[in-house]
């Protein structure tokens, strides 16, 4: 098995040429876990979330951002749930994605969600040119960061994004290892075109 050591063996082998922030984008578990990223550049990721586009300029994006060694972080990590809480506890920053689901007062927000999800787009590209690596997750309680942190009824936990940088791939165990090493795949750019006239 051929083992990860930098980003360049990860990067997607594309059908059309990508900017080199996406190319080179992909959801490594295996992070230094002794790491900390400066308070300036994770400024600057938070900031390409707070510059996404969003439905009315509503910006319902929310964020709790948990260095690792803080409160906030392990109560974040004990909110995950199977692999995620394995290697997660690696990463630098635990970022919980937050949408606000209210546009006004007694009225949903229905792009609320797609929005968040621009603004975590944005924040990963503009940590992968910052040098650093993201991976998204969807396996949590959500509940339980609700509690924790006393969450309003509009905020919704839509997903937490690991941010930190690469560590020794060595050091996860035979499971995580195989995950981390497995082909990057996606479906061909037919099969997603439902229509293209």
């Known amino acids: 098995m051929t083992l990860i050591t930098d980003t360049l063996s990860r990067a997607a082998d594309t059908d059309a040429p990508l900017i080199p922030s996406l190319a080179e984008r992909w959801s490594p578990r295996g992070y230094d876990p002794t790491a900390v990223i400066d308070?300036?550049?994770?400024?600057?990721?938070?900031?390409?979330?707070?510059?996404?586009?969003?439905?009315?300029?509503?910006?319902?994006?929310?964020f709790i951002v948990a260095r690792r060694g803080?409160?906030?972080?392990?109560?974040?990590?004990?909110?995950?749930?199977?692999?995620?809480?394995?290697?997660?506890?690696?990463?630098?920053?635990?970022?919980?994605?937050?949408?606000?689901?209210?546009?006004?007062?007694?009225?949903?927000?229905?792009?609320?969600?797609?929005?968040?999800g621009q603004a975590v787009a944005h924040l990963s590209i503009q940590a992968q040119h910052e040098g650093l690596h993201t991976h998204q997750m969807g396996g949590f309680d959500a509940d339980a960061i609700v509690k924790a942190f006393e969450l309003d009824v509009n905020l919704s936990v839509v997903s937490i994004t690991a941010l930190g940088v690469l560590g020794d791939v060595n050091a996860l165990s035979a499971d995580l290892l195989e995950r981390e090493s497995a082909p990057r795949t996606r479906k061909p750019l037919s099969e997603l075109l439902l229509a293209d006239a």
Do not use: C, K
């Open 39 to 62: 308070e300036s550049t994770l400024t600057t990721v938070l900031e390409a979330a707070r510059w996404a586009p969003s439905a009315s300029n509503l910006q319902p994006a929310r």
């Open 70 to 116: 803080s409160e906030q972080f392990a109560v974040v990590h004990a909110a995950l749930v199977g692999f995620n809480r394995a290697w997660a506890d690696a990463a630098s920053v635990l970022i919980v994605n937050i949408a606000d689901t209210t546009m006004n007062p007694g009225q949903d927000n229905p792009w609320a969600s797609y929005d968040l």
